[in-house]
């Protein structure tokens, strides 16, 4: 099975960076990747959606406004994770057609967190947090840390307590749900280093997941 790899940490902590370089970088060495946003589908799936909303029928749309609120929230909070799951899934699908590590630049959990973290509503976080039990869990996550000060400084999307709560929530919820994951603290580092360091740990990892097919066989 296709190893899968998730490169995760608060808004403006470099991963994106990262995520692009560790594909370079094991690009050069000979180890090709399949390196995927984990919301890179997003606007396409909204379009469609708006698309179909366009075409639906006009008794359809007479029916779905005599729905409660509630039930038509938690129906359209339902429709995205199985579109947000499919859409990973299918990424995950090319990787292993292609016999690559996936390697994809953040993941449900980060969803989870930054949801609680904005306040959104119940079937949100509910049905992302239901995804989070149900999706495949990455084989390692390499959690992006830094001080909430160095972060705030290089993107002011969160405030510096919000960053410190987003790095805990997600510490906490990697070990509630038994997630392997590697704390890589970027304390000031090129982005250059911090991804050479996740490249060293994923081809040391690819090179014993080879070594030990040949051994059984």
Not at 173 to 184: D, G, K, M, N, T
Not at 186 to 200: C, F, M
Request: glycine share 4%.
């Amino acid at each position: 099975m296709t190893r899968f790899y998730v490169i995760s940490g608060a808004h403006g902590v470099g991963k994106t960076t990262v995520t692009a370089l560790v594909h370079q970088l094991m690009n050069e060495h000979g180890h090709t990747t399949t390196t995927f946003h984990h919301r890179a589908d997003k606007a396409a799936i909204k379009a469609s959606s708006q698309n179909e909303n366009a075409r639906r029928a006009t008794w359809k749309r007479k029916l779905w406004h005599q729905l409660p609120a509630g039930l038509r929230a938690w129906i359209v909070a339902t429709v995205d994770e199985i579109s947000y799951a499919r859409n990973v899934s299918r990424h995950i699908a090319v990787a292993t057609a292609n016999g690559e590590p996936a390697i994809s630049d953040r993941y449900v959990y980060d969803r989870l967190v930054d949801l609680r973290l904005h306040g959104r509503s119940r079937p949100q976080v509910s049905t992302v947090g239901m995804a989070c039990c149900l999706m495949r869990k990455p084989d390692m996550t390499f959690l992006l840390t830094d001080t909430p000060e160095r972060i705030n400084a290089r993107k002011d999307e969160l405030s510096p307590d919000q960053i410190a709560i987003y790095q805990d929530a997600l510490r906490a919820l990697f070990v509630r749900l038994c997630i392997p994951f590697q704390e890589i603290d970027v304390d000031g580092r090129t982005a250059a280093t911090v991804a050479s360091d996740i490249a060293n740990a994923i081809e040391t990892t690819e090179a014993a997941r080879v070594t030990a097919r040949g051994a059984v066989q």
